[in-house]
């Protein structure tokens, strides 16, 4: 596969701490950005790569020259006019390309973003996060296939509520998904890929893994502090990743019984702080919920994403992201009169069954005995407990008296609050 590299850019925004060289050869920790990209990239196999240049592209250039002495295999575009993020695309080989933009830096496991591509056949895969602002990002949806169904941009003042998930700005191309023709100035999401939805072969790949925009001073110091503390490196999943689970119900968001509508969400006191926290800290974030609301017909899978928009919107406000949630839609008792019966099962992933710790664990290579549960139910300790998690219960919702199983614990704590404190601090 080839990949190419948007690097073209001034770099206006960072332009007057460095007035003299292009956006991608400005330093980190005294190495151009493109440098480590092409560093990056070679370490994982890929070594044909299309420097896709413009402003100052002669000393770009000199400085990669034929990419020998990095171990790749350079050839440039050169852009007399600017085309923009889009129009170069059809001079590229016709062959399948991974797509980065020159200035930001990614710790990334490309073969796993590409493995997606091909398991799903997609025309085009974009890698996709959550972030602490979505309010005021550019939003991805997604079907329960991560098939892109719209691309709902943060101008738009009547999108909703939406999942927080946004478009992070490395692609995966297939060939026949490359324009061809004369090359024209072409905005690569809003006019190649945005027209392709909804209906076209496009997916998103989400990942909890580092990429960062370095084009802003305040920006440039972030990601040469995380360089420098191993942050940005250990987010790669080449790496084992550790997580704090959190159950939904009693533990994010007030204990209402069955939830059925987004009205009926309102975070614990506590919560959204709690998990920005986390996500400051090598903890990935992510909520394992039962929700049998599905099996009972009370919501569809569709009405339970509303639901799940309507934590993430709120979350978001106070600038914290679940890195993920995985639910269980099945109940196992039969016989009522508006259940659904494909989601009437004794499934495997129904906690106090570990099968969404597994499948969570899988997605994103986390070491499980290196990781947290924090629940209300006892049903969340035998699950953590059953793959060897350190088990945490919480005194709001159900504050572990369902009564249903026998458990011990690893700690116990009024909280989410108080149980991040002590998971944060080493003391739990």
């Given at each position: 596969?080839?990949?190419?590299?948007l690097?073209?850019?001034?770099?206006?925004?960072i332009?007057?701490l460095?007035?003299d060289i292009?956006?991608?050869?400005?330093?980190?920790?005294?190495?151009p950005?493109?440098?480590?990209?092409?560093e990056?990239l070679?370490?994982?196999?890929f070594?044909?790569?299309t420097?896709?240049?413009?402003?100052?592209?002669?000393m770009i250039?000199?400085?990669f020259?034929?990419?020998e002495?990095?171990?790749a295999?350079?050839?440039?575009i050169?852009?007399?006019?600017p085309?923009?993020?889009?129009g170069?695309?059809?001079?590229?080989?016709?062959?399948?390309?991974?797509?980065?933009?020159?200035?930001?830096y990614c710790e990334?496991?490309?073969?796993?973003?590409?493995?997606?591509?091909?398991?799903?056949?997609?025309?085009?895969?974009l890698?996709?996060?959550?972030?602490?602002?979505p309010?005021?990002?550019?939003?991805v949806v997604t079907?329960?296939?991560?098939?892109v169904?719209?691309?709902?941009?943060?101008?738009?003042a009547?999108?909703g509520e939406?999942?927080?998930l946004?478009n992070a700005?490395?692609?995966?191309?297939?060939?026949?998904?490359?324009?061809?023709?004369?090359?024209?100035?072409?905005?690569?999401?809003?006019?190649?890929?945005?027209?392709?939805?909804?209906?076209?072969?496009v997916?998103?790949?989400?990942?909890?893994?580092?990429?960062?925009?370095?084009?802003?001073?305040?920006?440039?110091a972030?990601?040469?502090k995380d360089?420098e503390s191993?942050?940005?490196?250990?987010?790669?999943?080449n790496?084992?990743?550790?997580?704090?689970?959190?159950?939904r119900?009693?533990?994010?968001?007030k204990?209402?019984?069955l939830?059925?509508s987004?009205?009926?969400?309102?975070?614990?006191n506590g919560?959204?702080?709690?998990?920005?926290?986390?996500?400051?800290?090598?903890?990935l974030?992510?909520?394992?919920?039962?929700?049998?609301v599905?099996?009972?017909?009370?919501t569809?899978?569709?009405?339970l994403?509303?639901?799940?928009?309507?934590?993430?919107?709120?979350?978001?406000?106070e600038?914290?992201?679940?890195?993920?949630?995985f639910y269980c839609?099945h109940?196992?008792?039969?016989?009522?009169?508006?259940e659904?019966?494909?989601?009437?099962?004794?499934?495997?992933?129904?906690?106090p069954k570990?099968?969404?710790?597994?499948?969570?664990?899988?997605?994103?290579?986390i070491?499980l005995?290196?990781?947290?549960i924090?629940?209300?139910?006892?049903?969340?300790i035998?699950?953590?407990?059953?793959?060897?998690c350190?088990?945490i219960?919480?005194?709001?919702?159900?504050?572990?008296?369902d009564g249903?199983?026998?458990?011990?614990?690893?700690?116990?704590?009024?909280?989410?609050?108080?149980?991040?404190?002590?998971?944060?601090?080493?003391?739990?």
């Open positions: 596969m080839n990949a190419a590299i690097a073209g850019g001034k770099g206006t925004r332009g007057k460095y007035t292009p956006k991608p050869m400005i330093p980190i920790m005294g190495k950005v493109l440098q480590w990209q092409i990056t070679v370490s994982q196999g070594l044909d790569i420097l896709i240049v413009g402003h100052k592209a002669n250039k000199a400085h020259g034929n990419g002495k990095f171990g295999r350079v050839s440039y050169i852009e007399d006019e085309l923009g993020t889009g170069a695309l059809s001079l590229l080989p016709k062959k399948d390309t991974l797509m980065l933009y020159g200035d930001v990334i496991d490309f073969k796993r973003f590409i493995s997606f591509h091909v398991k799903k056949q997609a025309d085009v895969t890698f996709v996060h959550p972030n602490s602002h309010h005021d990002s550019d939003i079907d329960s296939e991560s098939r169904t719209a691309w709902k941009s943060k101008k738009d009547g999108r939406l999942r927080n946004v700005g490395l692609y995966v191309f297939s060939k026949n998904a490359l324009p061809i023709g004369k090359p024209t100035r072409i905005d690569m999401e809003h006019e190649l890929i945005a027209p392709l939805l909804p209906g076209g072969n997916y998103a790949y989400r990942s909890t893994e580092y990429i960062k925009d370095m084009g802003t001073p305040k920006r440039l972030e990601v040469e360089i191993g942050v940005a490196a250990a987010r790669s999943l790496n084992k990743q550790r997580a704090v689970f959190l159950d119900d009693g533990t994010i968001n204990l209402r019984g939830i059925g987004p009205e009926q969400i309102e975070l614990i919560a959204a702080e709690s998990i920005r926290r986390l996500n400051k800290s090598p903890f974030t992510i909520c394992v919920t039962n929700q049998s599905v099996a009972r017909g009370i569809t899978i569709s009405q994403d509303t639901i799940h928009a309507r934590i993430d919107v709120l979350l978001g406000q600038g914290a992201y679940l890195d993920d949630l839609p109940h196992p008792d039969k016989g009522y009169p508006e659904i019966p494909e989601y009437k099962m004794d499934c495997k992933c129904r906690k570990a099968g969404l710790l597994i499948e969570a664990a899988k997605r994103y290579n070491d005995n290196q990781s947290y924090i629940g209300d139910s006892t049903a969340d035998v699950a953590g407990n059953t793959v060897g350190k088990t219960g919480v005194m709001t919702g159900r504050g572990l008296h249903k199983y026998k458990v011990v614990s690893n700690g116990c704590y009024s909280d989410m609050q108080k149980a991040v404190f002590a998971i944060l601090e080493g003391t739990c």
